[in-house]
């Protein structure tokens, strides 16, 4: 799917919010499309990549995206690992226990995993389950498969995308790597520095310096930052968004000022990690939003941070008309 192509990684610890960041950057596109490509064209997958985190991506990308980010993983893990009373001899049982289980079994759940786990002794107790699921994602073994339910199940990668685990890239390999992490950044969200291409793939600063700088005759500069030079020029003005929770356009940079007003940062980004949905006229957040479901309906609830221009909320309004339609929803009608 080209617009997760245009990405490269989309965080999707929210499944929700991950479609819906691909709907505010694609015309047409549906929820039930983007599940047909997770699950039945396995053009795009879910794995843990990048900063630690589950990223939605187009399935060519996952070997070299994974190759690349997951080293820098490992001893994070591992340490979470032995904070939830998991050693690392039982870490590595269970994920041979994850193999096998997929392997035998076909795709499983979370909670199907963590019996199967559990049933060889080893402890599955608080975060340990999840932690173990993200050891055997970042060591290639598993890849979120088919919905069940609402929830994507954990496959074997080898069965579900016909390839074997990614091995180590050499050092040429590693270099070119990364010079295509600097490009296809940049392609999503140039200008930036290296420091935003840093904290965006949870990779070393010097990493990151080591990416642009093989790139450098792609490159110009934008005051202190460095963008594509053939990139097309942006839509001026740039159109009105609801943006999902942790979209894209949150999470890009280090620092997100240039998007969220210093004054209503906290509204945005409360802290604990937690990114909430987001209102933007003209790239610029004016205020948060959220959706209560219920059947077939969608009824979204605007909370701006002042008063909005009546064409902002027209923009808005379609907005949300849009997100109804994406989710195959209606929207209430207003009294009056």
């Not at 991506?57 to 690349?68: G, H, I, Q, T």
């Not at 979370?110 to 019996?115: I, N, Q, W, Y």
């Not at 699921?133 to 496959?155: C, D, N, Y």
């Not at 050499?170 to 140039?190: C, F, N, P, S, W």
């Amino acid at each position: 799917m080209e617009v997760v192509r245009r990405l490269l990684a989309v965080q999707a610890q929210d499944p929700r919010s991950a479609r819906l960041a691909l709907r505010a950057r694609s015309a047409g596109l549906t929820s039930a499309g983007v599940d047909r490509a997770l699950g039945e064209d396995r053009s795009l997958l879910v794995a843990w990549l990048c900063r630690g985190t589950v990223h939605l991506v187009a399935r060519e990308d996952y070997p070299w995206l994974l190759a690349l980010t997951a080293p820098a993983r490992f001893a994070n893990s591992r340490r979470r690992l032995d904070q939830e009373g998991v050693a690392p001899a039982e870490a590595e049982r269970a994920v041979e226990t994850i193999e096998r289980a997929l392997a035998e079994e076909g795709p499983l759940t979370r909670a199907e995993l963590g019996e199967r786990i559990a049933a060889k002794g080893i402890p599955t107790e608080g975060q340990a389950t999840p932690h173990l699921l993200m050891l055997a994602s970042l060591s290639g073994i598993a890849v979120r498969g088919p919905l069940r339910g609402g929830e994507q199940a954990f496959a074997l990668t080898r069965d579900w995308l016909g390839i074997e685990p990614p091995g180590e890239l050499t050092g040429d390999e590693r270099a070119g790597a990364l010079a295509e992490l600097a490009r296809r950044y940049l392609a999503a969200h140039g200008p930036a520095a290296a420091a935003d291409l840093a904290t965006w793939a949870g990779i070393g600063l010097w990493d990151a310096r080591a990416g642009l700088a093989a790139i450098a005759a792609e490159l110009v500069e934008v005051g202190e930052l460095v963008d594509l030079a053939d990139r097309e020029p942006r839509a001026e003005p740039i159109p009105a968004r609801l943006l999902a929770s942790f979209d894209p356009y949150l999470l890009g940079w280090r620092d997100r000022a240039f998007a969220v007003p210093a004054e209503h940062a906290k509204r945005v980004q409360p802290g604990g990690g937690i990114v909430r949905a987001a209102a933007t006229i003209d790239g610029v957040a004016v205020g948060t939003w959220k959706a209560r479901r219920r059947d077939e309906r969608i009824a979204v609830e605007l909370e701006p941070f002042g008063e909005l221009h009546p064409d902002a909320e027209t923009a808005l309004d379609e907005e949300i008309a849009d997100i109804a339609r994406f989710e195959g929803r209606t929207v209430p009608s207003r009294p009056g």
